[in-house]
């Protein structure tokens, strides 16, 4: 099982240009997110997803935008990038068992800059 | 809203010692979980411990294990024996049972072990 795969892993982007980080699942988890991590502030969740076709916005919202069209896959757009989304970007996944949730699996994560 | 945190930035021990991360959440739910996770300098996230509120019994994983607190709504990781490896940030997260399954996340605590 590869678990969360992340792409790309670094990136520079240039402000006003647009971008999609891609992630995908392969142990068919129903919950999904992704956070960002600044320095200082741990990991925020920007959009959450509780199955195929339903998401939701977290704390930090502002320009980004989620989709799920399949259990596997749950990229995250940047409509128009700003410096203020430089940032390292974690896609990450879960699911409930008879126990409960056991945490979140996590991708290695994108480096974003935006210049 | 929850609120997690971690009020120490950073810790430095020698190798071999204990060292204890302290955590503190805010919440009005009565079921939920808390974790630790580790995120070494490849800025992989892993989890380390995992408590569900309802468990009065502290969890243990090998070297690491957890004084919950559930009326002080404290959460501390223990780390015994610390080894060269265990230099990371660690990150204290809480859950709310059932729901969305959204974790979040204290500032975190950056932690060196040195030799």
């Known amino acids: 099982n590869a678990g969360v795969t992340q792409t790309p892993k670094f990136q520079v982007l240039k402000t006003g240009q647009s971008m999609t980080l891609q992630c995908a699942q392969d142990?068919?988890?129903?919950?999904m997110s992704w956070y960002r991590q600044d320095p200082g502030m741990g990991l925020r969740l920007i959009h959450y997803s509780v199955g195929a076709g339903i998401t939701d916005q977290g704390e930090v919202p502002n320009g980004y935008n989620v989709s799920r069209s399949t259990t596997e896959d749950f990229p995250l757009r940047l409509l128009s990038a700003a410096p203020s989304q430089t940032s390292v970007y974690f896609c990450?996944?879960?699911?409930?068992?008879?126990?409960?949730?056991?945490?979140?699996?996590f991708g290695s994560g994108t480096r974003l800059t935006v210049v | 809203a929850q609120t997690v945190t971690q009020s120490q930035p950073e810790m430095s021990v020698q190798e071999a010692e204990t060292v204890t991360l302290s955590c503190t959440y805010d919440t009005s739910e009565n079921n939920y979980y808390l974790f630790w996770y580790k995120q070494p300098p490849s800025r992989q996230m892993i989890l380390v411990i995992r408590q569900e509120a309802y468990k009065q019994q502290n969890a243990t994983e090998n070297r690491f294990s957890v004084n919950f607190q559930k009326a002080a709504k404290s959460f501390s990781l223990k780390i015994s024996d610390s080894q060269l490896g265990d230099t990371a940030m660690y990150f204290c997260a809480f859950m709310k049972q059932g729901g969305a399954q959204k974790l979040v996340f204290g500032q975190g605590t950056r932690l060196t072990i040195n030799p």
């Open positions: 990450a996944s879960s699911y409930l068992s008879g126990g409960g949730n056991y945490g979140y699996t």
């Open positions: 142990m068919n988890h129903e919950y």
